[in-house]
């Protein structure tokens, strides 16, 4: 591990100062960061502790939705009466994600800061466009089982690990920062992340010193909720392929469908054509099978991977069938 400054914050304002001149990094839990250092795959100058800061707890916003500190652990959140209750799916994704230990640690911010879990990031003696530009992908004409069918572009089929952020994505998360010199700002999930693009190594929107500060779920809108999570074990183990789903009946049709995806691209995926085919309509085989041909329209394996398209659509298939048998039991 190359050397580098500790700093440990105080207030966000210290934080997001200490952090400001680049090649800096935050820790809370450390879970994917120190492994990161230790294989000498990020390099920071400055480590920001950002432990001491008031992040930590959850709270009912105004419209009566909840917001949820950037440190609030994995574990806590799960174990919240209140999401349990009213955002199962956002649980459910994170009981299937890492081990009880990992949760313990983990915190939200965190969590959706979570580099690849591609072999050839972690490995420094092979090309990896994300992890130095211009080297190029050797994912691409290797080994990719995992990597990614959707989103992905000619620099780079990395996939995002987050269970959590799936969950959040189809619940309409948004993301409050804040950045040196105090200003703050409020995007969506889905406008935090970036593709790759010919940018790989710019995973998000995240300005220099910018920091996570909380997570915004809307207010709770009932119905099923899901998250099925297809891997090679059953714990301890990335998505394959996972769908998180919020499914609402109206009189035998389906009168809204919220769903995301994980395993399938470079951020939590979401297609909002697949949900506008699926309102208003009976379910059917039918149907399902038309909401598989819009999410897959342009899904590309990379040889090892190849198997993802057909198992995406069997999962988003039995997700549909069961959250609509289901109803609008939570």
């Known amino acids: 591990m190359k050397p580098f400054d500790y700093i440990r914050a105080e207030q966000t304002g210290g934080a997001t100062h200490a952090a400001a001149g680049g090649d800096a990094a935050f820790i809370a839990g450390g879970t994917n960061l120190l492994d990161l250092m230790k294989l000498e795959v990020m390099a920071p100058a400055k480590v920001v502790d950002i432990n001491r800061l008031d992040l930590d707890g959850i709270t009912v916003t105004d419209d009566g939705g909840l917001r949820i500190g950037a440190l609030v652990t994995n574990s806590d959140l799960a174990a919240d009466p209140r999401v349990r209750r009213d955002y199962a799916v956002l649980s459910r994704a994170l009981l299937a994600g890492a081990s009880g230990q990992l949760r313990n640690k983990a915190t939200t911010g965190g969590n959706l800061l979570q580099r690849t879990r591609c072999n050839y990031f972690y490995d420094t003696a092979t090309p990896c466009n994300k992890r130095e530009p211009g080297s190029g992908c050797g994912a691409i004409g290797g080994f990719n089982r995992i990597h990614a069918i959707l989103g992905a572009s000619e620099r780079c089929i990395a996939t ?73 074990r059953a714990s301890y183990a990335f998505a394959l392929v996972s769908v998180a789903a919020i499914v609402r009946m109206d009189g035998g049709r389906i009168g809204e469908a919220s769903l995301a995806f994980g395993g399938l691209a470079p951020m939590p995926w979401r ?60």
Not at 180 to 194: C, D, Q, V
Not at 288 to 300: P, V
């Open 160 to 232: 995002h690990p987050s269970d959590m952020a799936v969950a959040m994505r189809a619940l309409g998360a948004e993301v409050n920062l804040e950045a040196p010199g105090g200003a703050t700002r409020t995007l969506p999930l889905g406008a935090f992340y970036r593709l790759p693009g010919d940018t790989p190594q710019v995973e998000t929107t995240l300005e220099p010193g910018e920091l996570i500060t909380a997570v915004v779920l809307p207010k709770p809108v009932g119905g099923c909720h899901l998250y099925r999570k297809v891997r090679d």
């Open 271 to 330: 297609n909002l054509e697949v949900e506008k085919l699926l309102q208003a309509e009976a379910p059917s085989e039918a149907l399902f099978d038309r909401a598989a041909d819009a999410l897959l329209r342009d899904a590309k394996g990379h040889g090892h991977n190849d198997f993802k398209i057909p198992l995406a659509r069997s999962t988003l298939k039995a997700v549909l069938a069961e959250a609509t048998a289901t109803g609008d039991a939570a």
